[in-house]
């Protein structure tokens, strides 16, 4: 129920780390692993071409945050590879970010996750402890936290299994290999505690009965889709048969995916409870999607097919969107904070987007907002794209397009699908179809140039001594940054 004085709805922000959106019901899932998020497809709008800007966490995030590529935000590499001048071009950059925006607009900006980064900016609390008294503490240590903590373990032995058998054995990968698993290893304890998804939720619930009486944004950053994959066993599909390491493995993510969509249902009869979801956009989307062996890409997110690029993204609000939709329109992350402004009536002369709010498209006055999507990686190999509505082309601008992770280049430098007749992108055509590959090469060049010439424009016009200085205190997180990202498979 809208509060006496309440100027905007609520807004939560859901992304889930990693999720592909074809795992999901509503995006054409063979599994029924997600019905709550299915129900809130239904009844709200559900965008069918959803892309994600970059294939990795900090760019994908930033670009959510910003509605900027990363380009002109500034962030253009992950994990332990963000560099100190990546950090000092975003602060030069100064995009606005939408919690800052909110807060500004009176919103309390609450967030639910564990790398806090320079996301953290316009958060009134970013984290994942709060409120834990001395007996809720041992509690969780002692009985919840080595349950979970085993079950991660477990989740890590099949997919070394599966590692060892795909990589090539030479002495220094095997090397590079047994240090990933000490520090796998090492850390899991401490991404037990975050990454799992009913912590999460628990901590949500109580920060909504915090807050249900503000306006309030809340972000909430499932991470259990990420590797290896969190999933109590009850959430795994039992009736298909599982062949093989790969098999359950893949089982595990789609358990996942109903292990977080169970979550979000929770998080829904909170919502209810409280009489305040009629008042709450909620808005549910991935930072990128994941690759459960396609392409030989085994349980990692590099590349720049559809099972990494194409991500869901589901707005629900029943009073804001009274008649439930799906839009075929391409879309991108970059497209999402201008569309909140342009609901919530907010207009921000600091705030410099490379998206278009998808209004247009909910009414029904446009069916496209953007020929193209545009995405890019770094990684573990240098690649850039662009989508259209038929064909997507896929370039190396090193030259080589060598993937450090596999120890071997995916396809040539130059690839072309036509995803009409190719959905899966088994077969590249780039020689059979010169014209659309040169086509698409002179296009890419072109967004390039924009983004880069904007970036220039905005490094000249905007006052640096004004930049967040919160920036320079994750220049000094650093290391322990680092720490964390090595658990996750992110190191050298
Ligand atoms: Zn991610
Ligand atoms: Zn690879």
Known sequence: ???????????????????????????????????????????????????????????????????????????????????????????????????????????????????????????????????????????????????????????????????????????????????????????????????????????????????????????????????????????????KPRRGSIDIIASKYNGAVNYVDKCIGDLLTTLKNHKILEDTLIIITSDHGESLTEHEMFFDHHGLYEVTTHV????????????PKKIQGLIQHVDLVPTVCDYLGINDKDLVCDGTSMRSLISGDREDIRDFAFFEESYVQRKIGLRNKTHKYIYAPDGIGMCNYCQKVHAGVEELYDLERDPEEMNNVVSENRIMATQMRAKLDEVIQKLNSKKQQLLEKKDVTKANLEDLQDLADQKKIKKKLRSLGYMD
């Open 1 to 239: 129920m809208k509060k006496e004085g309440q100027k905007h709805p609520n807004i939560i922000l859901i992304v889930i780390d990693a999720l592909r959106a074809r795992n999901l019901g509503c995006y054409g899932g063979e599994t029924n692993s997600s019905p709550n998020i299915d129900e809130l497809a239904k009844g709200g709008i559900q965008f069918a071409n959803c892309y994600a800007c970059w294939n990795t966490t900090d760019q994908s995030l930033t670009s959510i945050f910003s509605g900027r590529y990363p380009r002109t935000h500034g962030i253009v590499h992950h994990g332990d590879k963000v560099t100190p001048e990546d950090l000092m071009t975003f602060r030069k950059l100064n995009g606005k970010l939408l919690a800052e925006m909110l807060k500004e607009k009176g919103f309390k900006t609450y967030a639910v996750d564990w790398m806090g980064r320079w996301f953290k900016r316009g958060f009134d609390f970013y984290g994942y402890e709060r409120d834990k008294n001395i007996w809720q503490k041992f509690f969780y240590i002692v009985f919840t936290l080595p349950y979970v903590h085993l079950r991660y373990m477990a989740a890590n032995i099949s997919l070394l299994r599966i590692y060892s058998k795909k990589r090539k054995t030479s002495i220094s990968s095997m090397w590079k290999g047994l240090k990933g698993v000490w520090n796998t290893f090492r850390f899991t304890f401490e991404l037990a505690r975050v990454q799992d998804a009913d912590y999460v939720t628990k901590l949500a619930q109580k920060l909504i009965d915090d807050i249900k009486d503000d306006n309030f944004f809340l972000f909430l950053h499932y991470w259990d889709t990420h590797t290896p994959y969190n999933c109590p066993k009850k959430h795994m599909d039992r009736d």
């Open 312 to 323: 869901p993204l589901i707005v629900f609000h029943p009073k804001l969107f009274s008649r």
